[in-house]
């Protein structure tokens, strides 16, 4: 995974194991740095996933609302 994939991805979490591969770093480097609260991580059970639009505003990525979208679509049919 890349960054344009996170950009454009629809999932609301990505793994510990991409967020790694976006950064090039080393997997025990994310851990690391969400211990230190330096990325926002959510755990389930004993998964680790990261929120993949909190992840990207640390990565300093604007998107765009996904749902602003869906209602200005919606609006245009009236």
Do not use: H, K, W, Y
């Not at 454009?8 to 991409?18: E, F, G, K, L, W």
């Not at 990325?39 to 749902?67: I, N, S, W, Y």
């Amino acid at each position: 995974m890349n960054l344009e994939d996170l950009r454009t991805s629809r999932s609301a979490v990505v793994t510990v194991a991409q967020t790694a591969s976006i950064f090039g770093v080393d997997v025990r480097t994310v851990t690391r740095a969400i211990g230190n609260g330096e990325l926002p991580a959510v755990r389930l059970g004993r998964r680790v996933l990261l929120p993949r639009l909190p992840l990207l505003a640390v990565l300093g990525v604007t998107v765009g609302d996904p749902l602003s979208e869906v209602n200005d679509a919606g609006s245009s049919d009236r």
